[in-house]
């Protein structure tokens, strides 16, 4: 005798539900959030501002300024992902990111035209103001001055405290808003610095020059490597750092570390480090989860159990197990 098998439906799944619902609705989805482009404003030549509707699922509330979201686009049918600082988030829940025209990620945005989709991580990453008593100075070159622009608008916004930006720029992006909020607050003092017109680098004259005691304020800094490494040397020279509050683009290589051996245990894998750990992982032919690649998002964070590490952003030495 035999018996018929009940039929069980599966559950419905979310990748069918998030493509019935895109039919009625290009950004709405189950979980994942997709924003649409509604406006595109230029800041240079190479640098766009890109403002995006979310979907429902954007926890905007939850934004700081300062913070990050990871931006994912579709390139030759690979997922690729970039962290892009978050410019401003309207009380309507928009938000503003800004996109210079390098790398692969941003080179796919910035081709995109009104009503494109993209989609969009919540608002991630610890480059926040700090609670203190003290004023605070913010250090911007590049397209760092968009994570700088969020938090100097936050400070003016919640603060009467003094608060100086060196600005080193060869396109003077936001420089235009940048002079109308110095116009405004009192407490604001800008410097900015045409690095296309004025051959001048950031060195611990150069803050003493321009801002009054700067030793006692917070630090913010967010730009180009060599920039950052600058600011992080004069603190460190100093006894500073604990005020200096770092967000970087792009992850400085330290090129004095010899290739080092290490082994992931639970894929058994061992292989020698000649970089960072997710890029030598990878070139072993390892592929650990990641979103940022820039030390934001802790996508590919993993636990040390034994051995010495060297945060390459901070230059701290772990020799705990």
């Not at 959030?33 to 595109?40: C, F, Q």
Request: proline share 3%; aromatic share 8%.
């Amino acid at each position: 005798m035999h018996t018929r098998a009940e039929y069980k439906p599966e559950w419905i799944r979310e990748d069918f539900v998030d493509f019935i619902a895109e039919k009625i609705d290009s950004i709405w989805a189950w979980k994942k959030i997709k924003a649409e482009i509604i406006s595109v404003k230029p800041l240079s030549t190479d640098f766009i501002q890109l403002q995006l509707r979310p979907n429902k699922n954007f926890n905007f509330q939850a934004y700081q300024a300062g913070q990050s979201v990871l931006v994912t686009a579709i390139i030759g049918g690979v997922r690729q992902q970039r962290s892009y600082s978050v410019v401003q988030v309207s009380p309507q829940g928009l938000l503003s990111i800004a996109v210079k025209k390098q790398g692969a990620v941003s080179n796919a945005l910035t081709s995109l035209a009104l009503g494109g989709i993209v989609e969009i991580s919540q608002p991630q990453g610890d480059f926040v103001l700090k609670p203190t008593e003290r004023a605070n100075l913010m250090i911007a070159s590049g397209s760092g001055i968009t994570a700088i622009y969020a938090l100097l608008n936050s400070h003016l916004l919640s603060s009467s405290k003094p608060v100086d930006l060196l600005y080193f720029s060869r396109d003077n992006a936001y420089a235009a808003e940048l002079l109308a909020l110095a116009g405004h607050y009192p407490q604001f003092k800008l410097h900015l610095i045409n690095t296309a017109q004025q051959k001048q680098h950031l060195d611990q004259a150069l803050l003493e020059q321009l801002v009054d005691g700067f030793m006692q304020r917070e630090c913010y800094a967010c730009g180009a490597s060599s920039m950052m490494q600058s600011v992080q040397q004069i603190y460190q020279h100093a006894g500073l750092t604990a005020q200096l509050h770092t967000e970087y683009f792009q992850i400085p290589a330290d090129e004095t570390l010899a290739e080092q051996p290490v082994k992931f245990l639970r894929s058994q894998q061992a292989f020698q480090a000649k970089s960072n750990l997710l890029e030598s992982a990878e070139q072993a032919g390892l592929r650990p989860a990641h979103g940022c690649r820039m030390g934001i998002c802790n996508t590919c964070s993993c636990t040390k159990v034994q051995g010495t590490v060297k945060n390459i952003l901070t230059g701290e030495i772990d020799s705990q197990n």
